[in-house]
Structure formats: structure tokens, C-alpha cells
Nanobody, 121 residues
Framework: QVQLVESGGGLVQAGGSLRLSCAAS????????MGWHRQAPGKQRELVAD???????NYADSVKGRFTISRDNAKNTVYLQMSSLKPEDTAVYYC???????????????WGQGTQVTVSS
């Protein structure tokens, strides 16, 4: 069993910053991709950013230049530094990880429970 626990959400004014963290624990052999997704009310869940184990990153156009994703492979933890926040960044942010639990087993996606980020104008 694998658990992902997010932290760091909250209420911030437009232009402010927040840092999200997500720690994966449990029966983990390796994690390939870790990422952040978000879902605003009435909208579909969308990818915000992801990062592979080697460090390559990918960002949604809407957050490029404002958000930075990073990870600590030794701690199975991924971070999302969010700056210059806008009201349209308001959403529940979910952490996801592509986990292999045994050396030759399949990879499977695991999700966190989500953390609310609210940006006031």
C-alpha cells in the first residue's frame, strides 16, 4: 500500500506565494513521475506540473514562469513552489505518483487526498 500526503495549502492574496509538499510512503520500490494536478469547481482536473526521477520537468502553460516543481528522491517527496498567484489558481491541488512497488511489478498511479488553495483578489 502506498500513501501520498499533501500539505501546504491555504488562503493567500493575489500576488502571494505558497509551497505545497507531498510525501509518499509505504511499499515503494521506485517512483518514476511525481506531479501536481488541480481541479477548480465546475472544471476538469488538469495537470499543473510533473517531474521525472531524473529531474526533467513539465508545466502547464498557465503556470510557466510562476510555479516551480522539485523533488527529493531520497524522501519520496515532491514540492510545488507557487508564486505570483492569481485568483484563477484557486483549486484543490492533488499530488500524484507513478509507483512501482516491486522490482519487476507494474507501475501504478497513486493520488493524494488533495489540498485546497484559495487565492483572493
Amino acid at each position: 500500500q502506498v500513501q501520498l500526503v499533501e500539505s501546504g495549502g491555504g488562503l493567500v492574496q493575489a500576488g502571494g506565494s505558497l509551497r505545497l509538499s507531498c510525501a509518499a510512503s509505504g511499499s515503494i520500490f521506485s517512483i518514476n513521475v511525481m506531479g501536481w494536478h488541480r481541479q477548480a469547481p465546475g472544471k476538469q482536473r488538469e495537470l499543473v506540473a510533473d517531474i521525472i526521477s531524473g529531474g526533467s520537468t513539465n508545466y502547464a502553460d498557465s503556470v510557466k514562469g510562476r510555479f516551480t516543481i522539485s523533488r527529493d528522491n531520497a524522501k519520496n517527496t515532491v514540492y510545488l513552489q507557487m508564486s505570483s498567484l492569481k485568483p484563477e489558481d484557486t483549486a484543490v491541488y492533488y499530488c500524484a505518483a507513478d509507483v512501482r512497488t516491486t522490482p519487476r511489478g507494474p507501475r501504478r498511479d497513486y493520488w493524494g487526498q488533495g489540498t485546497q488553495v484559495t487565492v483572493s483578489s
